[in-house]
């Protein structure tokens, strides 16, 4: 196995322990603050990051929102992850530049694994149990960078095609 095979297996254990530990640690901060939360709270926040939608406490999967939408995606994204060594590209390019796209594709999905954790079963979280504003600036920062890691992604999809092409499909 490859030094940066290893490397990248060792990331992707790391950032997927992180979004599920995020997700479990708002889970349980959200069973601990429970008996303290007044009995109408804020539970959704519009553009300017004050509380749009109020709900009862004993409505229990409005207040567990955050955590719930953070475990979808979590799932979607391990079973994007687990389908994605699997399925071929498409691409006409030799097996390197297959390998190379899938760990791309990988690095890709763990990273907004881990941004819609921390977002919601973190910061979207954090910001019920304390029954205060939510900072819109986090929000526009990790549009930003999920952003930016998809257009990293598809250059290095661009560059792995001209620099992998099968031998039979050279391009000029």
Not at 73 to 99: D, M, P
Not at 109 to 117: M, P, Y
Request: with cysteine; aromatic share 14%; proline share 3%.
């Amino acid at each position: 196995m490859r030094k940066m095979e290893k490397l990248l297996k060792v990331f992707h254990f790391g950032v997927t322990l992180l979004a599920w530990g995020i997700l479990a640690v708002g889970f349980v901060r959200m069973l601990i603050a429970y008996p303290t939360l007044p009995k109408t709270l804020g539970i959704h926040f519009g553009p300017n990051g004050e509380f749009d939608l109020f709900d009862k406490k004993t409505e229990l999967f409005t207040l567990f929102y955050p955590c719930i939408v953070s475990l979808i995606f979590l799932v979607v994204y391990e079973v994007l992850t687990f389908a994605s060594g699997r399925v071929k590209t498409g691409l006409k390019i030799n097996e390197t530049g297959e390998r190379m796209v899938r760990e791309a594709i990988v690095i890709l999905l763990d990273g907004l694994k881990w941004i819609f954790s921390f977002f919601y079963a973190g910061v979207w979280a954090d910001c019920v149990i304390r029954q205060h504003a939510m900072n819109t600036t986090i929000g526009i920062v990790l549009v930003v960078v999920g952003f930016c890691l998809f257009v990293m992604c598809i250059a290095f999809l661009i560059a792995v095609r001209i620099k992998c092409p099968k031998q039979n499909d050279q391009l000029l």
